[in-house]
């Protein structure tokens, strides 16, 4: 089933949903498939990132998740990290900010003593009916927060990985079809895709692994901090299964391509992850 309407401020809370997100890996058990690993999840404080970043402690590995000022939702996040006896580091901060990008990596590496494996997560999306509704400075944000950011943090992680090291970008079905009211969001998740194939091939050579995630609708704060109360409602309805993915539903893909055990001779890939659609070859 979908979700009922209900609309909040941006950049959206996970308390403040009805019902809300299964996002804690309730149930998961974890078989030593990141032992010892260290992991970046941007957007990790709530949602697919949240979900992710409590699997990949179930799996033992110690993270750090960058997010905007959700400072609540980090907590619990943190919460559920610590509760499973691994590290994680709490980093507030605008990633549209080149610097800030940066210095995520840097404090991860001083937090967690080093970086072995990076999810690009975060994302921005606002909705316009025609084109020309979409100003040059929300074009600009949107790339900037949902394009530039994964570029710049793995820029700056670069140098901190090495062979067995593995990049898991977070890309959207908006990126593989398109949408008519999210054009900008759309192209920075078909850039997110192309990217991932380009950085897989540049990086084979040095043993580093670079695959994606793409999602088909799924419950998180993005959703009704982001879209009108009418398009909240019955979300998700639309793919076959009749209802949206919960972020929990999302993160053991992403656990697979981090785990080298899993997932060694995997890269350039994107696992759609889409409710029963099916794309076109």
């Given at each position: 089933?979908?979700?009922?309407?209900?609309?909040?401020?941006?950049?959206?809370?996970?308390?403040?949903?009805?019902?809300?997100?299964?996002?804690?890996?309730?149930?998961?058990?974890?078989?030593?498939?990141?032992?010892?690993?260290?992991?970046?999840?941007?957007?990790?404080?709530?949602?697919?990132?949240?979900?992710?970043?409590?699997a990949?402690?179930?799996?033992?590995?110690?993270?750090?998740?960058?997010?905007?000022?959700?400072?609540?939702?980090?907590?619990?996040?943190?919460?559920?990290?610590?509760?499973?006896?691994?590290?994680?580091?709490?980093?507030?901060?605008?990633?549209?900010?080149?610097?800030?990008?940066?210095?995520?990596?840097?404090?991860?590496?001083?937090?967690?003593g080093?970086?072995?494996?990076?999810?690009?997560?975060?994302?921005?999306?606002?909705?316009?009916?025609?084109?020309?509704?979409?100003?040059?400075?929300?074009?600009?944000?949107?790339?900037?927060?949902?394009?530039?950011?994964?570029?710049?943090?793995?820029?700056a992680?670069?140098?901190?990985?090495?062979?067995?090291?593995?990049?898991?970008?977070?890309?959207?079905?908006?990126?593989?079809?398109?949408?008519?009211?999210?054009?900008?969001?759309?192209?920075?998740?078909?850039?997110?895709?192309?990217?991932?194939?380009?950085?897989?091939?540049?990086?084979?050579?040095?043993?580093?692994?670079?695959?994606?995630?793409?999602?088909?609708?799924?419950?998180?704060?993005?959703?009704?901090?982001?879209?009108?109360?009418?398009?909240?409602?019955?979300?998700?309805?639309?793919?076959?299964?009749?209802r949206p993915?919960?972020?929990?539903?999302?993160?053991?893909?992403?656990?697979?391509?981090?785990?080298?055990?899993?997932?060694?001779?995997?890269?350039?890939?994107?696992?759609?992850?889409?409710?029963?659609?099916?794309?076109?070859?």
């Amino acid at each position: 089933m979908g979700k009922p309407g209900q609309q909040q401020e941006r950049p959206g809370y996970t308390e403040a949903m009805t019902p809300e997100p299964k996002d804690s890996m309730e149930g998961y058990e974890g078989r030593g498939l990141l032992k010892d690993r260290r992991a970046l999840i941007t957007g990790g404080d709530s949602g697919i990132g949240r979900a992710v970043a409590v699997a990949f402690a179930k799996e033992g590995a110690d993270v750090a998740i960058a997010y905007l000022e959700e400072q609540e939702d980090a907590e619990r996040t943190a919460e559920l990290v610590e509760a499973e006896r691994r590290q994680c580091v709490l980093l507030p901060g605008d990633l549209g900010n080149r610097e800030h990008c940066r210095e995520v990596v840097d404090q991860t590496v001083k937090g967690l003593g080093g970086l072995d494996v990076l999810v690009n997560n975060i994302a921005y999306q606002k909705p316009a009916e025609r084109p020309e509704d979409i100003s040059d400075e929300q074009w600009e944000h949107t790339f900037n927060i949902n394009m530039h950011s994964f570029h710049r943090v793995t820029n700056a992680a670069l140098p901190h990985m090495g062979e067995g090291s593995a990049i898991v970008n977070c890309a959207s079905v908006n990126g593989l079809r398109g949408n008519k009211t999210l054009i900008d969001y759309s192209a920075t998740k078909g850039a997110i895709i192309a990217w991932t194939y380009s950085m897989a091939q540049a990086l084979a050579p040095r043993g580093i692994r670079v695959n994606c995630v793409a999602p088909g609708p799924v419950w998180t704060p993005l959703i009704p901090s982001t879209l009108p109360e009418d398009h909240v409602e019955g979300f998700g309805e639309q793919v076959p299964m009749g209802r949206p993915a919960e972020p929990d539903e999302l993160a053991p893909s992403f656990v697979f391509l981090a785990a080298n055990r899993m997932s060694s001779y995997i890269t350039g890939e994107v696992i759609a992850a889409l409710g029963g659609e099916t794309m076109p070859d």
